[in-house]
């Protein structure tokens, strides 16, 4: 068995900018890069299309959203202004250090998150220390950004499976959103949601060997 747990509402909570475009107008400021008067607007429009399930990751959009009103910043610094405009302080949620304990004495066990800002996961378990916490390091962290496919789609949850060197059948994803993280259970892993099974109750199946 291996197992993968969603980061954001599920290990960890974490405020998150309510108006992202006035957070990043803040960052790209502090690069002393010219903000745009219609910033909001050119922010929350379209600039290229994805495919059904790809990651539109947030670095390259607001590249694109600055350019389309004429402003040209480099790859490295839109990375940097949209991690600054995302990295917040985060709490540890209760019961994540013991469901991650009682999984790695399991098996392979891995982070699997949606997130479309490059370096936010690493930095937010940084921040969090789970790893430290827990005695244990994960085998593996697999983010949409990075694979570029958003769960629910079959393909982050195969490399998510590959990552821990085992089959999909053998996955098991815990999660907070039925719609994303249940994802796994429609395509061949077994999901389990927090409403359903709180980390407490997860790590005690595990400690138990009742999860599966």
Same mark, same amino acid.
């Given at each position: 068995m291996a197992l993968s747990f969603d980061l954001f509402g599920t290990l960890v909570? %974490?405020?998150? *900018?309510?108006?992202? !475009?006035? %957070? #990043?107008?803040? =960052?790209?400021?502090?690069?002393?890069?010219?903000?745009?008067?219609? !910033?909001?607007?050119?922010?929350?429009?379209?600039?290229? +299309?994805?495919?059904?399930?790809?990651? %539109? *990751?947030?670095? +390259?959009h607001v590249r694109l959203a600055?350019?389309?009103?004429?402003?040209e910043v480099a790859e490295e610094t839109a990375t940097e202004v949209v991690l600054d405009a995302f990295d917040s302080p985060v709490t540890v949620r209760e019961g994540?250090?013991?469901?991650?304990?009682?999984a790695a004495q399991r098996g392979p066990v891995a982070v699997c998150s949606n997130c479309s800002v490059p370096g936010l996961v690493e930095r937010t378990l940084e921040r969090a220390a789970i790893e430290n916490q827990s005695g244990h390091a994960f085998d593996a962290v697999v983010t949409s950004v990075d694979c570029g496919w958003r769960k629910p789609h079959?393909? #982050?949850?195969?490399? =998510?499976?590959?990552?821990?060197?085992? +089959?999909?059948?053998?996955?098991?994803?815990?999660?907070?959103?039925?719609?994303?993280?249940?994802?796994?259970?429609?395509?061949? %892993?077994?999901?389990?949601?927090?409403?359903?099974? *709180?980390? *407490?109750? #997860?790590?005690?199946?595990?400690?138990?060997? =009742?999860?599966?």
């Open positions: 909570a %974490a405020d998150r *900018p309510s108006e992202p !475009w006035d %957070a #990043i107008a803040e =960052t790209l400021s502090a690069q002393s890069v010219r903000v745009p008067d219609d !910033w909001e607007d050119a922010y929350r429009s379209a600039h290229r +299309e994805y495919d059904r399930g790809r990651e %539109a *990751p947030l670095d +390259e600055l350019a389309s009103r004429g402003v994540a250090i013991e469901a991650l304990d009682a079959q393909r #982050i949850f195969e490399v =998510t499976a590959d990552a821990l060197d085992a +089959e999909l059948s053998d996955l098991v994803h815990v999660g907070d959103d039925a719609r994303t993280d249940g994802g796994a259970g429609r395509v061949g %892993a077994q999901s389990m949601l927090l409403e359903d099974h *709180p980390l *407490p109750a #997860i790590a005690e199946k595990l400690r138990e060997g =009742t999860l599966c």
